[in-house]
Every structure is written in C-alpha cells, then in structure tokens.
C-alpha cells in the first residue's frame, strides 16, 4: 500500500471521528425546532459558556408580535425558576443568563407568546448548559493540535502495522511522544484554566475526558515498551491494541461525566452528563 494512500486512509478515519466527538457532546450546542405566529423555525442553544461573563440567549424572530420569557435555574437544584422578559433588538430577542463559577450550570428553556398561544423551546425539556474559566489559546490550541495529531498518526500506525511498513517503531514512538504532549501536558493546563483543577481523573476523581485520556496513554507506552523491547513483528498485537483504544477514545463525546459545580458544597464533582 503506498504511503500517500495510508495518510488518505488515516485522514479520513481522523476526520470521521473527530466529527462524530464533537457533534454528540453534552457541550455541543442544542438544535431544535418550533413553530409560533404560524412560521416555522430552526435554532442552536448553547450548552457551553467559558469566560467569566453572561451568556446571551439569542432568537431570530422578526415577528414584532412575538414575545419571549427565559426561564432558568441552577443544575439539580431543588428551586424555583428565575424569569426574565426577553428583550426585543430590531429582529432578535435577547437575554442573558448570569455568569456561574467554574464548572457551575444552568438548566434553562425559553418560552414564546403570541396572542394566546404559548410555546416552550424545548418542548420537552430543559437545557442544560455548562461554564468554565476561559482558556487561553496559547493552551487550548496546542493542546487541540496535539490530540488531533496524536489521533492521525495513530491511525497511519495501523495502516503501517497492517502492512508491514519500515517505519512501525518510528510512528509508535511519534504517536506517544504526541499523545503524551497533548493529553498529559497541556490537557492538565486546560483543565487547571477551564475549572480550576489540574487533573479530575484517577486516582483523584471520575472525569472521563481525563480517564480516557490516561488510559490511551497507558496502552500506548505499553505498546511502545513492547516494539523497543521486543521488536516490531512480535509487540504487533500490541500496536494495535492501542490503535483501538485511541479511536474508541475518540469517540467517546468529549466532557461526557466532565466536571460539575456541586452548588451545595461548592466542590467540583464529576457530573453524570
């Protein structure tokens, strides 16, 4: 097989998963539809704020007859909701939801009027939504750039593997010197920025985006300790062992059971979404 058509094949799977993370996340902003004043409409919600500012709630609706409540309350917290009238500027109406600690979070749900007729957006539930401390893209971006990579070139790896490539032992090491960058290094920074906490993992916590981490990480020095000690052919089982257990981890939906404010300690829990 030659080289150009494993880095096709490796791009392909890299992109393919990496879409599927990010657009099945709890953070993901919600896309619903609804119907009010007889017009239908499509919208995203976000489920992410990260910065230690309001988040605006934005409706396209150029309907002046059109009015709007945003209703919210703390996460898991037993109290009433919090209403506040939806603010008409030209075509849109706006509201804000106030800022959170980091890892705090909000359930919220907007609730349109027109003549009699009342709608909730969404109709069947509420929204969760998540804050963070803003991370700054001197961190984020490499940490990003590495675990993108890191995923890449553990995917020519297999196609490497596979097909008895000169350069196995070369792109194992690449991919654990990359993976342990990007997740082991700069993830912690991440996490520190973002809620105050290096790691949330094991042995301190049940964060699954710091677990799947650590456990990719610990399949991949595994992998590269057989290939130095053993010798490609035979550590091969191993290369892909941990080629499957990266792309299991990345499709894993990034922040599933991810940090949470518990509002009645004040402590950083591992949330269950």
């Known amino acids: 097989m030659k080289n150009s058509i494993k880095w096709i ?4 799977l890299t992109l ?4 599927y993370q990010r657009t099945t996340g709890p953070t993901y902003p919600l896309k619903t539809s609804f119907e009010i004043a007889g017009k239908q409409y499509k919208m995203k919600f976000p489920r992410s704020h990260g910065g230690f500012t309001p988040q605006p709630i ?9 009015k709007a409540e945003l209703h919210f309350r703390r996460y898991k917290m037993n109290e009433p909701w919090t209403v506040i009238p939806m603010v008409r500027e030209n075509e849109t109406l706006k509201a804000d939801l106030p800022a959170q600690p ?10 349109l ?7 909730n957006v969404p109709h069947d539930s509420a929204i969760v939504i998540r ?7 001197y961190v984020l971006a490499p940490h990003v750039l590495f675990m993108f990579l890191s995923m890449l070139l553990a995917m020519y790896t297999l196609f490497e593997t596979l097909t008895d490539g000169p350069r ?3 792109y194992v090491i690449l991919t654990s010197a990359v993976l342990f960058v990007g997740g082991m290094v700069f993830g912690p920074f991440v996490q520190k920025f973002a809620f105050d906490a290096y790691w949330t993992g094991v042995p301190f916590g049940w964060d699954l985006t710091d677990n799947k981490t650590l456990i990719a ?12 000690a053993r010798g490609e052919k035979r550590a091969k089982y191993w290369i892909l062992l941990a080629v499957v257990v990266m792309f299991v981890v990345f499709l894993i939906p990034h922040s599933v059971m991810g940090s949470e404010l518990n509002y009645e300690t004040m402590s950083v829990e591992t949330g269950k979404i």
């Open 16 to 19: 393919s998963a990496a879409y």
């Open 168 to 170: 196995i032992k070369f």
């Open 9 to 12: 094949l490796a791009i392909i």
């Open 113 to 119: 009027k027109h003549g009699d007729k009342e709608v």
């Open 217 to 228: 990480m610990i399949f991949w020095l595994i992998a590269l300790w057989q290939t130095i």
């Open 58 to 66: 934005t409706l396209a609706i150029p309907d002046t007859s059109v």
């Open 131 to 137: 804050f963070k401390g803003e991370v700054p893209a």
């Open 102 to 111: 980091p890892a705090g979070k909000l359930e919220y749900f907007v609730v």
